[in-house]
C-alpha cells in the first residue's frame, strides 16, 4: 500500500496554545480583582470599568471564552490532524478563526468594561460581536469537517465525536439565545421576555457550561490522556454510553436553574429529572479517564503531566455529582442564589478545565518544539500549589454558602427574621478573605507554569511542519451485513453530525416550544404596565452596571423570603422584561418589591456612599451616575424596539416619550429637593430611582385592588 507523505501544522496550535496561557492570566487576575471587591468595595478606585458588576462579565467570559476556549482550539488542532492523520483543511482558515476569536475576545472585554452588555450570564456580548462569534465558528466549523472529510484513517475517535457534538450544540446555543432586537449600532433589547428569556436563558447558560467546557475538554481527555500515559483507553463500549447519553441528557437539564420560580412546575420538573440521570453518563466518563490509567500509578506518582490529569478528571466527577444534587428540590432550596454554587462552578472551572489545560500544555509544548520539559520539578510545585489554592478556594465558599442559607431562613421563637440580610454579608467576609488567598496561590501557580514552557520554549526550536505519512483513505469504505451500529457511523461525520443535532435538539424543543405558545404558563396580570421612559431609560443603567449579578429579581414561596422580602414573584408579573432579571447570586438583598420601600431620597444617598445608609455595606459608590447624563437622543429607538418586541406603547409614542421621560424625571428632582439634595433632572441617577421605585410594585397595586375586593365583598 502506497503512503502519502504530508505535514500536520503545528504553528496554529503554538498560537491557540499561546493564546490560552496569556488569556487564561488575564482572566484569573481579573477573577482575583472582583474576588478583592467583595470584601474591599474600594478596590475599584472609584471608576466605573472596575466595580464587579462590569469585571465580574469580563472575568467568566475570559476564563470560559478566552483561556478555555483558546484551550479547545490548541486540543482540537493538535489531536484532529493527528486522529485524521490529515493537515487541517486550510491554513488560511486556520488563522482566520485564530485572529477572528482573539478579535471578538479582545472587543468583548473592551464592551464590558464600558458598559455594553445584554445581561444575559455568559451571553452579555452585544449583537454585532454575536454576528462576528457565529461567523468564526462556521469558519471552525468548515476547517474542521474540510478535515475530517479529507482523512486518511477511516475511523473516527471518540474524541472526535466530541468535537463534532460541540460544534452543532453551541451553534444551535449561540443562535437560539441571541437573537435580539438591536436599538443603536451596539446595544439591543433580548427578544425573549421573563419567564421564557429565563428558561432559554439557562437552556443556553446551562448548556454553554455542559458543551463548551464538558464536551470538547471531554474529547480532549479521550485523547490526550491516553497518549500521556502511553495506555488505550479504558473501555471503548462505555465511551459510546458516556457520548450518547451525556449529549442527550443534557441539554434538558437548563431548568434547575430556576427551581421555585415562576417557570412552570413541569418543566422545572423536567430539569431535575434529567439533571440527575446525568450523573451516569457522567461518572461513566470519569472512570473511564481513571481506568485508563490502571497499572499506571507509579508513573502517575512521578509524572506531573499525569497527576494534572488525575485532578482534572476527579473534579470532573466532583462536579458532575454534586451537579445533579443541587438539582434535587430539597437541595436547591438552600443551595440556590449562595456561594455554595460559586463553589460547585469553580471545582469545575478550577480543577476540571484548569488543571486538563495545565496537563495539555506541559505534554504538548515540548513536543511541538522538539525538547524536553525544562523542569518537571517546577511543574510539580505548580500542581501542588494549584491543588492547594483549589481547596483553599472552594471550602470557603462551601462554608459560606451553607452560612448563607441558615442564616437566612432562621426565625426567632416569636416568628421574626433572626437576622438581617446585612448581617448575612459581614458574617462571610473571612471566607471571602480565604478564598481571594486560594485564588491568589492558583494565579501563581499558573505563572510558575509560563516561566517553566517559556524556559522550555527557548530551548527548542517549533516544528511548524511535522512530517507524517499515511496511506490515503479508500474512496468506498467497506461495511458488512453484521457490522456493528457504532462502526457504521463512526465511518460517516455527516450523518455523525446529523444524529448529535437530533439528540441534542429534542430536550430544548420539548421544553420551550410550551412555554413559548401555550398560554396558560405564562397567565397575565392586568395591572402589570410597561416601563415608562424614564423607567427603560433607568433599567437600562441598572442592567449595564451589572446590579443583576449581586441582586436577584425572584421572590421564592418560602417563608423566609415572603418576609424580608414581601409577595413571592408571579410569572405575569415579567411580560415586559427584556431581558429577565431574575440573578443567579445574592450578594446583595432581593429587590422584587423595592419600589416604593424606601424614598428616592434614601436610593440617591444609597448610591452616593452605600455605608452611609447601610454600614459595613459592601457595595462600591457609583458616583458617575451622578455626573452622566441620560442619553434621550435613544429613547424613541428604545420604545420603537420594545413595540417590535410586543410591548403596547401606543402608536406614535416614540415622539412624544421624551416629553413623558422629562416630566418624569422633574418630579423626582422636586421630590429630592424637599429632603435638600439638588441635582439635574437629566442625570442618570435620576432615571435609575425611577426604575427601583417601580420594580414589583404593579403586582403591589393588583394585590391591593384584589385586598380591597375582598373587604367590599366582606361587607356586603
Not at 463553589?343 to 509544548?365: E, K, M, Q, R, S
Not at 494549584?386 to 451553607?402: D, E, R, S
Not at 462600591?620 to 451622578?626: K, M, R, V
Amino acid at each position: 500500500m502506497q503512503l502519502e507523505k504530508f505535514y500536520y501544522d503545528n504553528k496554529i496550535v503554538k498560537m491557540f496554545a499561546y493564546a490560552t496561557i496569556f488569556w487564561g492570566i488575564i482572566g484569573m487576575l481579573a477573577g482575583l480583582w472582583v474576588a478583592i471587591d467583595l470584601y474591599y468595595p474600594t478596590a475599584n478606585l472609584g471608576l466605573p470599568y472596575t466595580t464587579f458588576g462590569r469585571m465580574r462579565p469580563v472575568h467568566t467570559n475570559a476564563v470560559i471564552f478566552a483561556f478555555v476556549g483558546n484551550g479547545i482550539f490548541m486540543g482540537v488542532y493538535y489531536s484532529l490532524q493527528r486522529l485524521c492523520k490529515a493537515r487541517m483543511f486550510s491554513d488560511t482558515l486556520s488563522k482566520l478563526h485564530f485572529w477572528g476569536w482573539q478579535l471578538i475576545i479582545a472587543f468583548g472585554a473592551l464592551t464590558l468594561l464600558s458598559g455594553y452588555t445584554t445581561g444575559k450570564e455568559y451571553a452579555e456580548l452585544e449583537w454585532p460581536l454575536d454576528i462576528a462569534i457565529a461567523v468564526v465558528w462556521i469558519i471552525f466549523g468548515i476547517n474542521m469537517f474540510g478535515t475530517i472529510i479529507k482523512r486518511r484513517e477511516s475511523h473516527l475517535y471518540v474524541a472526535i465525536w466530541f468535537y463534532i457534538a460541540t460544534w452543532v450544540t453551541v451553534a444551535m446555543l449561540h443562535i437560539v439565545n441571541s437573537f435580539e432586537i438591536p436599538f443603536s449600532f451596539i446595544k439591543s433589547y433580548s427578544w425573549y421576555a421573563g419567564v421564557q428569556d429565563a428558561l432559554v436563558q439557562w437552556w443556553y447558560g446551562h448548556n454553554a457550561v455542559a458543551f463548551f467546557l464538558t464536551t470538547p475538554y471531554l474529547g480532549v481527555m479521550y485523547y490526550f490522556l491516553p497518549k500521556a500515559a502511553n495506555r488505550p483507553i479504558y473501555s471503548y463500549r462505555l465511551s459510546i454510553i458516556h457520548f450518547w447519553a451525556l449529549i442527550f441528557l443534557y441539554i434538558w437539564a437548563g431548568p434547575h436553574h430556576l427551581l421555585y420560580t415562576a417557570l412552570p412546575d413541569w418543566a422545572q420538573s423536567l430539569g431535575t429529572v434529567f439533571s440527575v440521570m446525568l450523573l451516569l453518563p457522567s461518572w461513566g466518563g470519569m472512570l473511564n479517564g481513571l481506568f485508563t490509567l490502571r497499572g499506571a500509578w507509579d508513573k502517575v506518582r512521578e509524572d506531573p503531566v499525569l497527576k494534572f490529569m488525575v485532578v482534572a478528571v476527579t473534579c470532573y466527577g466532583m462536579a458532575t455529582f454534586e451537579g445533579p444534587m443541587l438539582s434535587l428540590k430539597n437541595v436547591n432550596a438552600i443551595s440556590h442564589f449562595t456561594d455554595w454554587t460559586i463553589a460547585h462552578v469553580h471545582i469545575g472551572a478550577l480543577g476540571w478545565n484548569g488543571f486538563l489545560t495545565f496537563g495539555v500544555l506541559y505534554w504538548l509544548i515540548p513536543r511541538i518544539f522538539n525538547t524536553p520539559l525544562y523542569s518537571k520539578k517546577l511543574a510539580t510545585t505548580h500542581f501542588w500549589i494549584g491543588t492547594i489554592g483549589i481547596v483553599l478556594y472552594a471550602v470557603p465558599l462551601y462554608w459560606a454558602g451553607f452560612t448563607q442559607a441558615l442564616m437566612w431562613k432562621q426565625f426567632t421563637p416569636d416568628g421574626h427574621l433572626k437576622y438581617q440580610f446585612l448581617e448575612t454579608v459581614t458574617h462571610i467576609l473571612p471566607m471571602y478573605i480565604t478564598r481571594s488567598i486560594g485564588g491568589t496561590l492558583y494565579l501563581i501557580g499558573a505563572f510558575l507554569m509560563v516561566y517553566n514552557l517559556w524556559k522550555t520554549v527557548a530551548a527548542g526550536q517549533l516544528v511548524a511542519n511535522e512530517a507524517a505519512e499515511a496511506p490515503a483513505l479508500p474512496k468506498v469504505i467497506e461495511t458488512h451485513s453484521k457490522q456493528y451500529w457504532h462502526r457504521w457511523i463512526e465511518a460517516r461525520p455527516i450523518q455523525m453530525l446529523i444524529f448529535s443535532l437530533i439528540a441534542v435538539a429534542i430536550g430544548g424543543i420539548i421544553e420551550m416550544v410550551p412555554t413559548f405558545l401555550v398560554k396558560s404558563n405564562v397567565p397575565t396580570i392586568a395591572s402589570v404596565k410597561p416601563y415608562t421612559p424614564l423607567e427603560l431609560q433607568g433599567r437600562d443603567i441598572y442592567v449595564r452596571e451589572g446590579c443583576y449579578l449581586c441582586h436577584s429579581q425572584m421572590i421564592r414561596p418560602f417563608r423566609d423570603e415572603v418576609a424580608r422580602y414581601g409577595e413571592y414573584s408571579k410569572a405575569g408579573e415579567f411580560v415586559y422584561d427584556h431581558p429577565f432579571q431574575w440573578g443567579s447570586k445574592r450578594t446583595g438583598p432581593d429587590l422584587a418589591r423595592i419600589g416604593g420601600k424606601y424614598p428616592d431620597s434614601w436610593h440617591f444617598n444609597h448610591m452616593l456612599d452605600p455605608r452611609s445608609m447601610s454600614p459595613g455595606s459592601i457595595m462600591p459608590a457609583y458616583t458617575w451616575l451622578f455626573d452622566n447624563k441620560i442619553d434621550t437622543s435613544l429613547t424613541p429607538a428604545k420604545i420603537r424596539a420594545m413595540q417590535t418586541l410586543g410591548v403596547p406603547y401606543p402608536e406614535g409614542y416614540d415622539k412624544q416619550a421624551n416629553k413623558d421621560l422629562e416630566a418624569q424625571a422633574k418630579s423626582i428632582k422636586e421630590t429630592l429637593k424637599k429632603d435638600k439634595i439638588d441635582i439635574s433632572s437629566n442625570a442618570e441617577i435620576v432615571a435609575l430611582i425611577a426604575y427601583l421605585q417601580r420594580v414589583g410594585t404593579d403586582i403591589k397595586a393588583q394585590s391591593t385592588a384584589n385586598n380591597a375586593t375582598a373587604i367590599t365583598n366582606n361587607n356586603n
